[in-house]
Nanobody
């Protein structure tokens, strides 16, 4: 599968962004899809995950109440709505067809999110 993450940018603290992750194939057969983020020198961490079949959502504590993950199976796309952004949200954001980063190799370029204070 090829995944194209987009929608990043530069925003002030308190601002919002909506990230998109478009898959090259149907996501309907995946158990879940997740968003991850990585800053230089650190490991890639999970941010949010969604169960494709029933829409259940899971969030890291650092983003609960601010980020919302959703999916559109007709468009083979997963979204991450990010509100009330904080400088510590600055990172490159990636998506993957699973809810943990372990074992996935095809991360692509991701999309840069920069939040200024």
């Amino acid at each position: 599968v090829q995944l194209q993450a987009s929608g990043g940018g530069l925003v002030h603290a308190g601002g919002s962004l909506r990230l998109s992750c478009a898959a090259s194939e149907s996501i309907a057969d995946y158990h879940g899809m997740g968003w991850f983020r990585q800053v230089p020198g650190a490991e890639r961490d999970g941010v949010a995950c969604i169960n494709i079949s029933d829409g259940r959502q899971y969030y890291d504590d650092s983003v609960k109440g601010r980020f919302t993950i959703s999916r559109d199976t007709a468009k083979n796309t997963v979204y991450l709505q990010m509100n009330n952004l904080k400088p510590e949200d600055t990172a490159v954001y990636y998506c993957a067809p699973q809810c943990t980063p372990a074992g996935f190799e095809y991360w692509g370029q991701g999309t840069q999110v920069t939040v200024s204070s």
